[in-house]
């Protein structure tokens, strides 16, 4: 019996997308911003609300640009911020520059402060996001307080973005 609700609970994680709601602490990772500031997170977090569209590989970016672009028309409010973060970690020293001015000239200067490069803690990141596919944009919620309530991975769907909009709603109404 166990085998199967443990079967039943794989096959229903992995047709949402490996949507997940729980209560995890961020781990401390620490970038440098496009607009050249470092940035601590959970830290820049505390007190509102954290959507964090995590991209691990150039593969992702397509994606990791669709859940920025559609989180910032549709959720954007004073209690809520929204980050984008590209993990560099795994990308050879000589090209990062490169990476960065092109992401840099990518992005419009009002979101470059948003947008969030790290060089370490990719680990930390793939374990907390459930990775899966590199090409996968991975989405964090954190809570005011900078706890992980829910995550998923994958194309913005309608299906996907609604399960955000809930659990903000409901982080909202605590």
């Known amino acids: 019996m ?3 609700v443990i079967a039943a609970l ?6 949402s ?7 995890e602490e961020m781990p401390h990772i620490t970038g440098q911003n496009l607009a ?6 959970p830290s820049v977090c505390a007190g509102v609300i954290c959507v964090i569209v995590v ?6 970016q397509s994606q990791a640009k669709a859940w920025t672009e559609r989180a910032n028309a549709q959720l954007k409010t ?3 911020a929204i980050y984008s973060m590209a993990v560099l970690e795994d990308a050879p020293r000589f090209v990062r520059g490169m990476v960065v001015h092109g992401m840099k000239s990518n992005t419009p200067s009002g979101e470059r402060a948003r947008f969030v490069v790290v060089y370490q803690g990719e680990k930390e990141l793939k374990h907390i996001t459930g990775f899966q596919k590199p090409e996968d ?21 309608d299906a996907a973005f609604s399960g955000l909009t809930r659990q903000i709603s409901q982080l909202k109404s605590e």
Do not use: N
């Not at 794989?10 to 047709?15: D, N």
């Not at 991209?55 to 992702?60: K, L, M, P, Q, V």
């Not at 944009?137 to 769907?157: E, N, Q």
């Open 2 to 4: 166990r085998m199967v």
């Open 137 to 157: 944009a991975y989405i964090l919620l954190l809570d005011s307080k900078g706890d992980i309530t829910w995550t998923t991975h994958g194309p913005v769907t």
């Open 78 to 80: 004073p209690h809520l």
């Open 55 to 60: 991209g691990f590989t150039h593969a992702s």
């Open 10 to 15: 794989s096959v229903l994680s992995t047709l």
């Open 17 to 23: 997308g490996g949507t997940r709601a729980f209560a």
């Open 36 to 41: 050249d500031h470092q940035v601590e997170f």
